[in-house]
């Protein structure tokens, strides 16, 4: 079985940033995706940053530059630093596992952007 368990999340302020951490562990194979997607309150979820193990990653256009993952494949963990933080960026973030054809989510974690 495998778990993702999410930290990080928070309220700040425009401009400011945050680092989400997501940990997966359980039966993953070498060959994975890991990644983040978020869903506003009356949005449908979507995508905002996913790496592969092989150091491929893509973002949503409304996160480039400003949004950064990265991941430890040693220990299943990816993590996404947010930076220059909009009103528009609050949501809750879900962390996303790909492997061997099945897809996993984390609860999510709150991401609150207000002053």
């Known amino acids: 079985q495998v778990q993702l368990v999410e930290s990080g999340g928070g309220l700040v302020q425009p401009g400011g940033s945050l680092r989400l951490s997501c940990a997966a562990s359980g039966s993953i194979f070498r060959s994975n995706v890991l990644g983040w997607h978020r869903q506003a309150p009356g949005k449908e979820r979507e995508l905002v940053a996913v790496s592969t193990s092989g150091g491929v990653t893509q973002y949503a256009d409304s996160v480039k530059g400003r949004f950064t993952i990265s991941r430890d494949n040693a220990k299943y963990t990816v993590y996404l630093q947010m930076s220059s933080l909009m009103p528009e960026d609050t949501a809750i973030y879900y962390c996303?596992?790909?492997?061997?054809?099945?897809?996993?989510w984390g609860q999510g974690t709150q991401v609150t952007v207000s002053s």
């Open positions: 996303y596992l790909q492997s061997l054809g099945m897809n996993y």
